[in-house]
């Protein structure tokens, strides 16, 4: 395929391996290197194509909380669940979404005891279940980051334009640079280097996270999806720091320009605003959600369905929380592979088919 | 989450819907947010949406930078075969 094959050219792969090895052993003052990769689609990349032996010794990876679906709440999962048991509801929602056990189980259980909960791909997908059942409520459970928190505001729009009334959105949007931060400034890790989400860059722009060299002196590079991608932001972040340049590194230039895309952030500009927001494992981080605007409160699942739900901790000892953090790797969980597996998950790591426990579960065995 | 895929569009209609090929199956997206993209443009998709019109220039961009990297590498690797076959070290005596 076109934009993805050229980019797993193993010959290519297999020196920028040999070169970024080298910079480290001239610069031995640098080494380990320690990356976060923020993304989890990058943590299942960097497994999948071997990249952490590869770079073993010299360069160590760490997961970052980047899954929507493993950083949300406990407790907004419990007002997923409580919204969906309302009468006459369609709760429709992504395919990763249905298997996080929350307090009072996940929405895939509830299912089975006769709520109506769907699985769609797009949230025009939901808006056209709303159009197909016009005597329902059709809610959309909205997570995701930046990448998706746009399209779910173009359904909302368009729910408005078309004249849809009974489709609204849950919104549980979140924003990565605050949880960066709240990582950074926690200090309970440390980091030379990050590499940036690749299609949350697309729509906020590499520039967004000028802040990490210019506050907290390290190095970022945006990166894509595939080897010699996660190989060249690798190889730009060991050279930043073997210079001591810290800079922002656009390794992803096909997908991400420095300013984003502005249509996209228009979108989510006219629909969301900026708000406190909990994040599994964090607590509450400031500025680091998407809440409705007031001149769509009419589309505010959260305000038309109004439900009670606790305030609930993690599963006993469950340590998703300082995965997330990058705190600990999954390994060093109890539960890991002995009680939590992908079949009989604990925590949302373990369930996201991007959770880093999933990861470590799926790779680990090869390593 | 955040998954999304290169794909070329092949039909648009006039309400800025158009016709892609994602994992072997055929499905409308919307470009809303790529108003310059064309028929035959690749577009990046992320559930149902393009959120980013491909740069071809910059794909080639850096695959010459990931390729300058790994010339580099190449020559170190040459000279080190050579000095190998040399006991004293020197390849070029």
């Known amino acids: 395929m076109k934009y993805i094959d050229e980019f797993r050219d193993p010959v290519l792969a297999r020196r920028l391996i040999a070169e970024i090895r080298q910079e480290v052993a001239a610069h031995p003052e640098i080494r380990p290197v320690r990356l976060m990769e923020f993304c989890g689609g990058h943590t299942h990349a960097i497994f999948r194509f071997g990249l952490r032996q590869m770079l073993a010794g010299d360069v160590e990876m760490h997961s970052g909380p980047g899954c929507p679906v493993c950083v949300t709440a406990a407790s907004d999962l419990d007002t997923a669940v409580a919204m969906a048991n309302l009468p006459n509801v369609i709760l429709t929602t992504f395919g990763d979404m249905v298997r996080v056990p929350g307090s009072q189980g996940t929405l895939q259980e509830i299912r089975a005891g006769g709520a109506d909960v769907r699985i769609v791909y797009s949230p025009l997908d939901a808006l056209a279940i709303a159009r197909d059942n016009p005597k329902h409520e059709v809610i959309f459970l909205g997570v995701g980051f930046e990448t998706t928190a746009p399209g779910i505001a173009a359904t909302l729009v368009q729910a408005e334009q078309e004249g849809t009334p009974n489709f609204s959105v849950l919104s549980m949007h979140k924003l990565t640079p605050p949880a960066m931060r709240a990582i950074l400034d926690a200090g309970e890790v440390a980091l030379d280097g990050i590499i940036g989400p690749g299609h949350v860059s697309a729509v906020i722009g590499s520039d967004a996270w000028k802040f990490l060299p210019e506050h907290y002196g390290i190095p970022c590079a945006v990166a894509g999806f595939e080897p010699l991608d996660l190989l060249g932001a690798i190889a730009a972040l060991v050279h930043a720091m073997a210079e001591k340049t810290p800079g922002v590194f656009n390794t992803y230039g096909r997908s991400v320009r420095p300013e984003g895309n502005p249509v996209a952030q228009q979108m989510l500009d006219r629909v969301f605003e900026v708000a406190t927001t909990p994040w599994r494992g964090f607590g509450d981080v400031p500025e680091s959600g998407l809440r409705i605007r007031e001149s769509f409160a009419h589309r505010d699942a959260a305000l038309r369905f109004p439900v009670e739900v606790e305030v609930v901790g993690e599963p006993p000892g469950c340590r998703c929380g300082e995965v997330l953090r990058g705190v600990i790797d999954p390994t060093e969980c109890a539960l890991f592979r002995r009680v939590c597996t992908p079949r009989n998950p604990v925590g949302p790591c373990m369930v996201s088919t991007e959770g880093s426990c999933a990861a470590y579960y799926k790779y680990g065995e090869m390593e | ?93």
Not at chain 2, 16 to 27: D, S, W
Not at chain 2, 37 to 62: C, F, N, P, R, W
Not at chain 2, 82 to 91: E, I, K, L, N, V
Request: hydrophobic content about 45%; overall charge negative; proline content about 3%.
């Open chain 2, 1 to 93: 989450m955040c998954l999304a895929i290169p794909t070329q569009i092949k039909t648009i209609d006039d309400n800025g819907i158009a016709t892609v090929e994602l994992g072997g199956v055929e499905r409308q997206i919307s470009l809303i947010m790529t108003p310059d993209a064309k028929l035959g443009d690749y577009v990046l998709v992320h559930t149902g949406y393009a959120i980013s019109l491909m740069d071809l220039e910059e794909a080639q961009a850096s695959l010459e930078a990931f390729a300058e990297l790994a010339v580099i590498q190449e020559a170190m690797e040459a000279e080190e075969v050579a000095r190998m076959g040399d006991p004293s070290g020197a390849a070029e005596a």
